[in-house]
């Protein structure tokens, strides 16, 4: 039944009256997002001279990253170490979700609980502790030494080891609650019917979860990676002075070097880079629930 005149003027006053209640909100969010954005794309458009911007418009800072073997370097260490703790998090992340989504109702609240605990506690804290555990006199190298595994404290930190298992730890969470909500919604007599014909565990997992489950994956590595490209926190304190990070060294031509120009040149790349993954990871996802 189609609605009425009075019902269409009844729902567009609703609309409008929502628009006008959310609308200072609104503006707030974007004049929060959008000016500091613009002054950050502005920035990295321009020359300085001792900290100070100088008038004018340039892509100099552009063609120094893009055409430098170093930045280019930089980029590769970062997308790499991200990409190897995104694979890690997928790895560890997918026990734990099929875990929490075959749970009785009952149990559930307490394994949300314990996954999501650690993000209670602040980033920083964590990395402190995962450095203390990491460390030459780290509770890590001395049980592996009391079992007479190694004679002498193995680098667990200040490295590109420490930096993934501590960022691994940090980011997990993240993945293993975006794989339970794509692992709740698998209609479990698609399971059932399939194990009804013969199918084994391993060919029900390949054929049925995993691939019912790839938006939720897929939207958990996207999350993880882009975190993981933005971190600062971790990369600093497990991989210190030993490795190049994208975040650290922004950090440093802004708050050190006072390039501001050439470090927000950075951050304009950093932010394209990751709104593009999200613009591809919405297309496989919309792909997959077209199918």
């Known amino acids: 039944m189609s609605a009425t005149p009075t019902d269409q003027a009844s ?6 009256r929502g628009y006008a209640l959310a609308s200072p909100s609104l503006l707030l969010i974007l004049a929060l997002l959008a000016v500091p954005l613009v002054q950050m794309v502005d920035a990295s458009f321009r020359r300085q001279d001792f900290g100070l911007l100088l008038p004018g418009f340039t892509l100099e800072n552009y063609r120094a990253i893009l ?3 170093s930045s280019l370097e930089l980029f590769a260490k970062t997308g790499f170490a991200a990409f190897l703790v995104t694979a890690l998090c997928a790895l560890l992340g997918f026990p734990v979700a099929l875990l929490i989504a075959s749970a009785q109702p009952r149990q559930k609240p307490f394994l949300y609980f314990l996954v999501a605990a650690p993000l209670l506690v602040n980033t920083v804290v964590r990395s402190y502790g995962w450095l203390l555990m990491l460390g030459n006199q780290g509770v890590v190298n001395m049980v592996l ?9 193995i680098a667990l930190s200040g490295n590109m080891t420490g930096m993934v298992i501590a960022a691994t730890q940090v980011f997990l969470p993240f993945m293993i609650l975006s794989l ?4 709740e919604a ?3 007599h698609l399971l059932e ?3 009804t014909l013969g199918a084994s565990g391993l060919r029900r997992f390949r054929d049925i979860t995993l691939p019912l489950a790839m938006p939720g994956l897929i939207a958990g590595s996207a999350l993880v990676f882009s975190l993981m490209l933005g971190a600062i926190i971790t990369p600093l304190m497990l991989g210190g002075s030993a490795i190049r990070y994208l975040s650290i060294a922004i950090y440093t031509d802004a708050m050190v070097l ?3 120009p050439h470090a927000t040149a950075f951050s304009v790349i950093l932010l394209a880079v990751v709104i593009g993954l999200y613009i591809v990871q919405s297309r496989y996802i919309r792909s997959y629930k077209d199918r």
């Not at 729902?11 to 409008?16: D, F, H, Q």
């Not at 030494?145 to 404290?153: F, N, Q, T, V």
């Not at 339970?180 to 692992?183: G, I, K, M, N, P």
């Open 11 to 16: 729902s567009l006053r609703r609309r409008i």
């Open 193 to 195: 019917s399939a194990e």
């Open 186 to 188: 698998i209609n479990p």
């Open 67 to 69: 055409s430098s073997a």
């Open 258 to 260: 006072f390039d501001l």
């Open 145 to 153: 030494k009391a079992a007479g595994l190694i004679d002498k404290p």
């Open 180 to 183: 339970v909500a794509s692992l």
